[in-house]
Each structure stands twice: as C-alpha cells, then as structure tokens.
C-alpha cells in the first residue's frame, strides 16, 4: 500500500515542476516515461525506486533532500500518518463515527472529559 510519503514526495514534484513552469508532459519525456506515470508519480500511487528519485530531482533541478522536505522524522509521525491514510480511505458515512471514537479515546488517556475540561478526582466530591 502506498502512503503519505508516497504522497508528500509527489505534490512535491507537481510543486516543483510548476514553479518551473513545466508541463507533466515535458517532466515525462525528460525522464523517458509516460505522462500518466509522471501523474501517478504526483497523485502518490505509485511508488518511486532510488534511481527514479535522483533522476526526478535533477530534471526538477533539486536535491534528492528537497522532494523529503517537510516529512516528520519520527516514527510517531509515520503512525499518524498511516491513520490518517486508513481514516481517508473509510466510505464518508462512517468518518464521524470514527472520529468520535479516536477523540473519547484520546481524552480518556489524557484523563480529561470530552469537552476538554479535567474528570473529577476519584473519591472527591461533585
């Protein structure tokens, strides 16, 4: 499965590209490829080989460095990425649902309620 970095690495391609003002069609034929590649490339379905990232780089004419750019350098991140990419993928009318269950989770292990405001101390009074 293809993912965020995947997906980072290609918009920044499709920035790079347009602040050179080139069309997918010249980058394609640049690196001997098809347009729809260059478009799979971009959109982040499909992952890019070693070899195709330093060709990338220089037809855009920046550093391999520059296409990572801007990618959370932790583990932690990767995760929340990978959730972010499963959450996307659900069908619309199950986000909601989904989304309140992170947000009780999340506040339950922070030990505040729902509305943000701290839970009340066991055996304190109300």
Known sequence: MVGYIEKHIGRRMA???K???????VVAQCLGV???QIYKYESGIRRLSAA????????LKVSVGY?????PDSMAGDRRHALIDAVSA??????????????VTAARIQNVAFDGRPHAE????A
């Open 52 to 59: 195709e990232l330093v060709n990338i780089a220089r037809t």
């Open 67 to 71: 296409l990572f750019e801007g990618l």
């Open 19 to 25: 602040v050179l003002g080139l069309g997918q069609a």
């Open 34 to 36: 098809s347009r729809q």
């Open 122 to 125: 066991a055996g304190s009074a």
């Open 90 to 103: 659900l069908p619309e009318e199950l986000i909601d649902s989904h989304l309140a269950l992170v947000r």
């Open 15 to 17: 920035e790079r590209r």
